[in-house]
């Protein structure tokens, strides 16, 4: 299952839906309000069914926008009654550290059957503990691990190594693309998935060579057709 789109925009999941490169699709707050999902709840709900609805059954990953317990398992219940092929997003801890959304991650899992997606890790040792409370998903940000000075790809080797030494069914998400090249570096690296932002993911298949080698290919198959043109009445005869 490799590439997913890390976009709330209809267009974009349309377009590369329609190609049937995507295998899911992942959102969060920041992506959500970038494309103009505004008015609390029900914009998240509107444009959540949306995307499920254009996917579906591929995956859609959507986050709760709280950090209080009871609130977090409430909210990603309700998300989950939206459609079927919703995955509910839980950072691995509070904006402070705080530990409890580890037991959130586990008891969505365990006794309310909803998959999860622990979010926002930037280390193997952090996805590691999530995969074993339970997780679906283990959402590593690649780019911004790359951004503190460390290297994402040994990262997500450490941390498929674990994950199929214990076992675990988590699978590895690697998220924050950054460049065209991550794609393959990361899923090269171990990553089960890649979530990549849309401009990317154009950069993945357009390439300044083949341009010009089309244009060849095009240019030449109308010279031909020009010189059949103008032979055909002489083959006539
Ligand atoms: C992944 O699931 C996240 O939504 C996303 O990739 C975060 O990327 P950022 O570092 O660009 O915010």
């Known amino acids: 299952m490799p ?13 590369y839906h329609k190609m049937g490169i995507l295998r899911g699709v992942t959102t969060n707050p920041t992506i959500l309000l970038k494309e ?12 959540s069914r949306e995307i499920a609805g ?28 939206w459609a079927s092929n919703i995955v509910v997003k839980v950072t691995v801890h509070g904006p402070n550290g705080e530990l409890e959304n580890m037991q959130v991650i586990h008891d969505l899992e365990t006794r309310h059957n909803v998959r999860v997606n622990v979010t926002a890790m930037m280390s193997a040792q952090q996805c590691f ?10 959402s590593i940000f690649g780019g911004r691990v790359n951004n503190m000075g460390y290297n994402a790809c040994a ?29 393959v570096e990361w899923l090269e690296a171990g990553a089960h998935i890649v979530t990549v932002v849309p401009d990317l993911l154009k950069g ?5 060579y083949t341009k010009e080698t089309v244009q060849m290919f095009l240019r030449d198959a109308a010279k031909a057709e020009e010189a059949l043109r103008i032979q055909l009445p002489i083959a006539a005869e």
């Open 3 to 15: 590439i997913f789109l890390d976009t709330g925009n209809l267009t974009e999941i349309e377009r």
């Open 36 to 47: 103009g999902v505004t008015g609390g709840m029900p914009g998240i709900e509107r444009r």
């Open 54 to 81: 254009l996917i579906a059954p591929l995956p859609l990953s959507v986050e709760v926008t709280t950090n209080d317990p009871a609130q977090a398992v409430d909210q990603a219940r309700t998300f989950a009654r």
């Open 129 to 138: 503990l999530a995969a074993m409370a339970g997780a679906t998903y283990v």
């Open 155 to 183: 990262e997500i080797t450490k941390l498929r190594k674990l994950l199929d030494q214990f076992g675990l069914k988590a699978q590895i998400i690697v998220g924050s693309t950054r460049e065209v090249l991550n794609v």
């Open 204 to 208: 993945m298949i357009v390439h300044p």
